[in-house]
């Protein structure tokens, strides 16, 4: 697939009015002819990591809290560090040296993983439905840093991430959440 969007950012339109969708930043963690799937990467919840998985309790990044993944399956658990290069079996590289984890393997197994972040589901789409929300508008499409997966802002990152585009895409980070208070 030559439009994949794996190792990018969504970032929702102003406009995208799902709530499970609204203002938010996804990592994409694949994207082929089947489907795609990513991680909603600022929608931090009031639950402990530590708590959630706490064999990975030390190597949290902060704020160390369970971040929903998205609206797919919340009782699962997906976990993405940064590894050092050339990485370890248990760590399947993404963006980087940022990789989605095993969360079975011991982490004293994976000396130099860091900054760890938890995420409670994921979000999904079939085949031919992301390319359908992207051509309407729903998406913009941004190159992602390795480390905009763990921030320690994180419901900060909608604004962060387009402010740093350039042009008008740029001015995109301050629009308000009501326009028509403007």
């Not at 704020?63 to 919340?74: D, I, T």
């Not at 913009?140 to 320690?152: F, R, W």
Request: hydrophobic fraction near 40%.
């Amino acid at each position: 697939m030559s439009d994949s969007t794996k190792g990018r950012l969504l970032v929702s339109s102003p406009e995208l009015s799902d709530p499970n969708f609204s203002r938010t930043v996804l990592l994409m963690i694949e994207h082929n002819d089947d489907g795609a799937l990513g991680l909603v990467l600022n929608r931090p919840l009031h639950v402990s990591a530590a708590d959630a998985v706490p064999d990975w309790a030390d190597l949290l990044a902060p704020p160390g809290v369970l971040h929903s993944g998205g609206p797919v399956s919340p009782g699962s658990i997906v976990g993405l560090g940064m590894a050092p290069e050339g990485g370890h079996r248990s760590v399947s590289p993404l963006l980087g040296n940022l990789g989605v984890l095993d969360l079975h393997a011991d982490p004293s197994d994976l000396p130099g993983v860091s900054a760890v972040r938890m995420f409670s589901g994921y979000s999904g789409w079939s085949a031919g439905q992301l390319e359908v929300e992207m051509a309407v508008g729903s998406w913009i499409i941004l190159e992602a840093e390795p480390t905009d997966a763990v921030m320690g802002d994180p419901e900060g990152l909608w604004s962060t991430v387009l402010g740093r585009q350039p042009g008008l895409l740029g001015q995109m980070g301050g629009y308000p959440d009501d326009p028509s208070v403007n």
